[in-house]
């Protein structure tokens, strides 16, 4: 794409035009931080103006994007496709129930828990998967998520069955003057912080490129000194880790846990939702956890059916003409609109 | 003498490197015409641009009829067979099968039996391996292969891309024995894309030299041979 | 032992239908090096035309005639419109798609049918049939004989035809097709309408067995991939071997160990995919392909 500042504006002495490009940029650097900052003030304040079933449908929004951002770890980053991620939501969300449910245990342990476990057992099924290109990993996730509600409803002791199990909401600590809705809400935000925070600092240095090195080409990084099959391994870990941990607060959110819920149909949701934000981006997340909340919620109206057809036709579409999701169209966007500003900044 | 394929202001590029830099020639009805040139000098290119395998532009006339812009399938259909460099065989496939893909796009489908028997004639060692598997064939049969499937379709153009590459001297001459025979023969006219100049210039009628992606010098194959400068650099003596 | 004949009669007619959705996923897998996820899905929507048309009175083999037909136009139309434009894309860009159409068929097929189960007719008698000591099902028996026909029909076309010659050409290798005047592109079209119609009369086999409904193929296309894989994802002979093999171990894990039961079939399917990916990643009939880097 040929920048239209850069073919309109005649050459001019390089201190000029370094001058123009000087202001935009400045300005771009101070953008990201305080958008940032009004974004986290934004979602703390939300409680105060919204309640009821709209906050819980942020928080569901908070939930999705830590799934998506583990996922998009593992198949935007790292480029291991992963059809089957609905599977460690729902490992996430067995983990707290029964820890709840069963053993009485309070539900901030739960979620470290549903962490480690899925850490371990992605890390496990990553172990072997490492040996599948491709097309072999869809397949294998695939049949995973098909297979996981059949194994949640056959230890029927532990998992309720096809019952499903009920929860009770948490309560406000230190006498808080909070509804459950908005403990769960700020709780989920706080877990959500922390792990953006954390994926931010891992994905945009070292880590992250070797993730992207090992996706596009994964001989010429292994001949770099990465090691392919730790990498692999380990962000399958911590890419399953993030989405059991989305997977427990959901648990806690929605006070109730049932097999089928973890369908492959989840799966699909959580892939369309990388999709629709943007793979290989953090802020995609976000955008990808606003569509699948939302989007569904509205296209309800039209038909029981209307939701999936829509997500078809999105994931179908966004393959077309924006495969790099939101965030990529709207980064596209920022640095053209930054470039025209030099080319006017020029022409001047 | 009237040119069966002639080529004018011919460029191609793959992505955004040019290969060819407006390339101008004819192969005249019947004869032999070879296109020389280093590694590199755009010979394999030429003769993808000539089926619209690449991105091009230029003209291209077949028996006088445009063809650039046509597709691939509907060149080879028109009486262009192209035998492409590395020879393109169907490794999976039998021999045979390999010749009735040959005979794919061919319209008269009478004479069939008849060009079997005279392609087996030409080549006898296909006719022994008729049911092999074509991968399983040494590589001077499966360049046999590839000039038999191309001659399947009854061209009236021929174009070998480098058939000697990787081939023992012995084989090569065998190979070169039938392309001779064929376009006496069977009155197919060949554009023949060689880095072994030698070979090629006893062969052809006509050549012409190619270097990044033009056209340096051109003329009847026996005066080319002479030239001091093609002796120095392509014929090495 | 009678049961045990029963048990690996009914084993052989799913069997057989998962070897036909799985000859549809490797059929399209060598034209195009993709997997049709949408593949059971396709099948399923096409299994609820055969139901409308039945509804409307017209006689069984018509519906079926007109099923399979309307399956290889919609599967040819597919891979024109929608597979196009992303064909020689990176994987991952084409498993989204087929994973689009996937939601689409299924979503479609609720909103005109809804998800209410449908009892789908068999076109074979209802009265088992008795031979010695053992019974078999007719449907069961019909089954087998549908899908052999059809395999032996497609073995022919694909050995003896020249249209089928070409096909088999253009999966192996498109550039030389292309020389050979074949119109690749088509070839693919033709891949897939073929697949669709073959996916179409498992659909209407299976669909008097699990009753009619949008989700039925779920569990049906995880044996398909099964199959596939146990055969090989090259191999169209390996997934025919391989859909057998997982019918019959299906019914026989199903019926012999306790523990497993019908509850978890489909971690029995998951089990067996995982496990011969990790031993052998290119099936039992599957040939290792170099790729170059």
Same mark, same amino acid.
């Given at each position: 794409m040929a920048?239209?500042?850069?073919?309109a504006?005649?050459?001019?002495?390089?201190?000029?035009?370094?001058?123009?490009?000087?202001?935009p940029?400045?300005a771009?650097?101070?953008?990201g931080?305080?958008?940032?900052?009004?974004?986290i003030?934004?979602?703390?304040?939300?409680?105060?103006f919204?309640?009821?079933?709209?906050?819980?449908?942020?928080?569901?929004?908070?939930?999705?994007?830590?799934?998506?951002?583990?996922?998009?770890?593992?198949?935007?980053?790292?480029?291991?496709?992963?059809?089957?991620?609905?599977?460690?939501?729902?490992?996430?969300?067995y983990?707290?129930?029964?820890?709840?449910?069963?053993?009485?245990?309070?539900?901030?342990?739960t979620?470290?828990?549903?962490?480690?476990?899925?850490?371990i057992?992605?890390?496990?099924?990553?172990?072997?998967?490492?040996?599948?290109?491709?097309?072999?990993?869809?397949?294998?996730?695939f049949?995973?998520?098909?297979?996981?509600?059949?194994?949640?409803?056959?230890?029927?002791?532990?998992?309720?069955?096809s019952?499903?199990?009920?929860?009770?909401?948490?309560?406000?600590?230190?006498?808080?003057?909070?509804?459950?809705?908005?403990?769960?809400?700020?709780?989920?935000?706080?877990?959500?912080?922390?792990?953006?925070?954390?994926?931010?600092?891992?994905?945009?240095?070292?880590?992250?490129?070797?993730?992207?090195?090992?996706?596009?080409?994964?001989?010429?990084?292994?001949?770099?000194?990465?090691?392919?099959?730790?990498?692999?391994?380990?962000?399958?870990?911590?890419?399953?880790?993030?989405?059991?941990?989305?997977?427990?607060?959901?648990a806690?959110?929605?006070?109730?846990?049932a097999?089928?819920?973890?369908?492959?149909?989840?799966?699909?949701?959580?892939?369309?939702?990388?999709?629709?934000?943007?793979?290989?981006?953090?802020?995609?997340?976000?955008?990808?956890?606003?569509?699948?909340?939302?989007?569904?919620?509205?296209?309800?109206?039209?038909?029981?059916?209307?939701p999936?057809?829509?997500?078809?036709?999105?994931?179908?579409?966004f393959m077309?003409?924006?495969?790099?999701?939101?965030?990529?169209?709207?980064?596209?966007?920022?640095?053209?609109?930054?470039?025209?500003?030099?080319?006017r900044?020029?022409?001047? | 003498?009237?040119?069966?394929?002639?080529?004018?202001?011919?460029?191609?590029?793959?992505?955004?490197?040019?290969?060819?830099?407006?390339?101008?020639?004819?192969?005249?009805?019947?004869?032999?015409?070879? #296109?020389?040139?280093?590694?590199?000098?755009?010979?394999?290119?030429?003769?993808?641009?000539?089926?619209q395998?690449?991105?091009?532009?230029?003209?291209?006339?077949?028996?006088?009829?445009?063809?650039?812009?046509?597709?691939?399938?509907?060149?080879?259909?028109?009486? #262009?067979?192209?035998?492409?460099?590395?020879?393109?065989?169907?490794?999976?496939?039998?021999?045979?099968?390999?010749?009735?893909?040959?005979?794919?796009a061919?319209?008269?489908?009478?004479?069939?039996?008849?060009?079997?028997?005279?392609?087996?004639?030409?080549?006898?060692?296909?006719?022994?391996?008729?049911?092999q598997?074509?991968?399983?064939?040494?590589?001077?049969?499966?360049?046999?292969?590839?000039?038999?499937?191309?001659?399947?379709?009854?061209?009236?153009?021929?174009l070998?891309?480098?058939p000697?590459?990787?081939l023992?001297?012995?084989?090569?001459r065998?190979i070169?024995?039938?392309?001779?025979? #064929?376009?006496?023969?069977?009155?197919?006219?060949?554009?023949?894309?060689?880095?072994?100049?030698a #070979?090629?210039?006893?062969?052809?009628?006509h050549?012409y030299?190619?270097?990044?992606?033009r056209?340096?010098?051109?003329?009847?194959?026996?005066?080319?041979?002479?030239?001091?400068?093609?002796?120095?650099?392509?014929?090495?003596? | 032992?009678?049961?045990?004949i029963?048990?690996?009669?009914?084993?052989?007619?799913?069997?057989g239908?998962?070897?036909?959705?799985?000859l549809?996923?490797?059929?399209?897998?060598?034209?195009?090096?993709?997997?049709?996820?949408?593949?059971?899905?396709?099948?399923?929507?096409?299994?609820?035309?055969?139901?409308?048309?039945?509804?409307?009175?017209?006689?069984?083999?018509v519906?079926?005639?007109?099923?399979?037909?309307?399956?290889?136009?919609?599967?040819?139309?597919?891979?024109?419109?929608?597979?196009?434009?992303?064909?020689?894309?990176p994987?991952?860009?084409?498993?989204?798609?087929?994973?689009?159409?996937?939601?689409?068929?299924?979503?479609?097929?609720?909103?005109?049918?809804?998800?209410?189960?449908?009892?789908?007719?068999?076109?074979?008698?209802?009265?088992?049939?008795?031979?010695?000591?053992?019974?078999?099902?007719?449907?069961?028996?019909?089954?087998?004989?549908?899908?052999?026909?059809?395999?032996?029909?497609?073995?022919?076309?694909?050995?003896?035809?020249?249209?089928?010659?070409?096909?088999?050409?253009?999966?192996?290798?498109?550039v030389?097709?292309?020389?050979?005047?074949?119109r690749?592109?088509w070839?693919?079209?033709?891949?897939?309408?073929?697949?669709?119609?073959?996916?179409?009369?498992?659909?209407?086999?299976?669909?008097?067995?699990?009753?009619?409904?949008?989700?039925?193929?779920?569990?049906?296309?995880?044996?398909?991939?099964?199959?596939?894989?146990?055969?090989?994802?090259?191999?169209?002979v390996g997934?025919?071997v391989g859909?057998?093999?997982?019918?019959?171990?299906?019914?026989?894990?199903?019926?012999?160990?306790?523990?497993?039961?019908?509850?978890?079939?489909?971690t029995?399917?998951?089990?067996?995919?995982?496990?011969?990916?990790?031993?052998?990643?290119?099936?039992?009939?599957?040939?290792?392909?170099?790729?170059?880097?």
């Amino acid at each position: 794409m040929a920048a239209r500042g850069g073919t309109a504006a005649e050459p001019k002495p390089a201190h000029a035009a370094g001058a123009a490009i000087s202001a935009p940029a400045r300005a771009g650097r101070w953008l990201g931080p305080i958008a940032l900052v009004a974004l986290i003030a934004f979602a703390l304040a939300l409680p105060a103006f919204v309640s009821g079933f709209r906050l819980y449908q942020f928080t569901q929004v908070l939930i999705y994007a830590i799934a998506l951002l583990g996922l998009n770890m593992l198949t935007g980053f790292n480029g291991q496709i992963s059809l089957g991620h609905g599977a460690f939501y729902g490992i996430g969300a067995y983990t707290a129930a029964i820890m709840m449910d069963r053993w009485n245990v309070s539900y901030v342990w739960t979620i470290p828990t549903a962490g480690l476990i899925c850490l371990i057992v992605g890390f496990l099924f990553g172990r072997p998967a490492l040996r599948l290109e491709g097309l072999y990993l869809a397949l294998a996730t695939f049949s995973l998520a098909l297979a996981v509600p059949q194994v949640l409803k056959y230890f029927e002791e532990w998992t309720g069955g096809s019952q499903g199990i009920v929860l009770t909401k948490p309560m406000a600590p230190f006498g808080l003057k909070l509804t459950e809705d908005q403990w769960v809400y700020l709780f989920t935000l706080g877990v959500t912080l922390v792990l953006f925070a954390l994926a931010w600092n891992l994905l945009r240095g070292r880590v992250g490129r070797a993730l992207v090195a090992i996706r596009d080409n994964h001989i010429a990084a292994e001949a770099m000194g990465i090691n392919n099959a730790l990498y692999k391994s380990v962000t399958f870990g911590v890419s399953a880790a993030y989405t059991g941990i989305a997977g427990a607060l959901s648990a806690l959110a929605v006070a109730f846990v049932a097999p089928d819920t973890f369908n492959v149909f989840l799966s699909i949701t959580l892939l369309t939702g990388i999709v629709i934000g943007g793979f290989a981006t953090i802020s995609g997340a976000i955008w990808g956890a606003l569509f699948i909340q939302f989007v569904p919620n509205w296209a309800q109206d039209i038909s029981k059916a209307a939701p999936w057809a829509i997500f078809g036709l999105f994931l179908i579409g966004f393959m077309y003409v924006m495969p790099r999701g939101i965030a990529g169209f709207l980064h596209m966007l920022w640095i053209r609109l930054s470039r025209s500003a030099v080319g006017r900044g020029k022409g001047r | 003498m009237s040119a069966l394929l002639e080529v004018s202001d011919l460029e191609a590029q793959y992505g955004w490197t040019r290969v060819l830099h407006g390339l101008s020639f004819a192969v005249e009805n019947g004869q032999i015409t070879t #296109i020389l040139g280093a590694n590199g000098a755009g010979k394999t290119t030429t003769l993808r641009a000539v089926c619209q395998m690449v991105k091009t532009s230029g003209q291209v006339r077949f028996d006088g009829q445009r063809i650039d812009g046509k597709s691939t399938e509907d060149i080879v259909r028109l009486g #262009i067979a192209h035998t492409p460099e590395g020879r393109g065989t169907f490794v999976e496939l039998s021999v045979e099968e390999n010749l009735r893909l040959g005979a794919y796009a061919r319209r008269h489908r009478r004479a069939l039996a008849e060009d079997y028997e005279k392609i087996y004639e030409y080549f006898p060692v296909l006719a022994q391996r008729r049911r092999q598997q074509a991968g399983t064939l040494s590589g001077g049969e499966q360049q046999m292969l590839a000039v038999a499937r191309a001659l399947m379709s009854r061209p009236r153009l021929l174009l070998l891309d480098e058939p000697s590459l990787g081939l023992a001297p012995l084989v090569v001459r065998e190979i070169f024995r039938i392309v001779r025979t #064929i376009n006496e023969y069977e009155r197919v006219s060949v554009l023949l894309v060689e880095q072994n100049a030698a #070979i090629a210039l006893d062969l052809a009628h006509h050549a012409y030299l190619l270097e990044t992606g033009r056209v340096v010098m051109s003329g009847p194959a026996a005066e080319m041979k002479k030239d001091d400068a093609i002796r120095r650099s392509y014929l090495g003596y | 032992m009678d049961i045990l004949i029963q048990q690996v009669v009914s084993g052989l007619a799913t069997g057989g239908i998962y070897a036909s959705l799985a000859l549809a996923l490797v059929m399209i897998y060598q034209a195009t090096d993709v997997v049709n996820f949408a593949q059971g899905e396709m099948a399923m929507f096409s299994t609820y035309l055969a139901w409308s048309m039945l509804q409307a009175g017209l006689p069984y083999w018509v519906a079926f005639s007109a099923t399979v037909t309307i399956a290889f136009v919609g599967g040819l139309l597919l891979e024109r419109i929608v597979i196009r434009p992303v064909e020689g894309a990176p994987v991952l860009t084409i498993v989204i798609v087929t994973l689009g159409l996937l939601v689409i068929f299924n979503s479609v097929a609720g909103w005109i049918y809804s998800y209410i189960q449908k009892p789908f007719p068999s076109p074979f008698p209802s009265t088992p049939i008795k031979i010695g000591n053992v019974v078999f099902g007719a449907h069961d028996l019909g089954a087998i004989g549908i899908t052999l026909l059809v395999l032996v029909l497609l073995f022919l076309f694909f050995r003896f035809t020249t249209l089928g010659l070409a096909m088999r050409a253009a999966a192996q290798n498109p550039v030389s097709s292309r020389l050979c005047g074949i119109r690749v592109s088509w070839m693919l079209g033709l891949g897939w309408g073929l697949a669709a119609a073959f996916g179409a009369v498992a659909g209407m086999m299976v669909a008097p067995v699990v009753f009619l409904d949008p989700n039925m193929m779920g569990g049906i296309q995880l044996y398909a991939f099964a199959a596939a894989t146990v055969g090989g994802f090259s191999s169209p002979v390996g997934a025919v071997v391989g859909g057998i093999l997982v019918g019959v171990t299906e019914n026989l894990v199903g019926t012999y160990v306790s523990f497993i039961g019908t509850e978890l079939k489909l971690t029995v399917a998951l089990a067996m995919i995982i496990i011969v990916l990790l031993v052998r990643p290119t099936g039992l009939f599957g040939r290792t392909v170099v790729k170059r880097v």
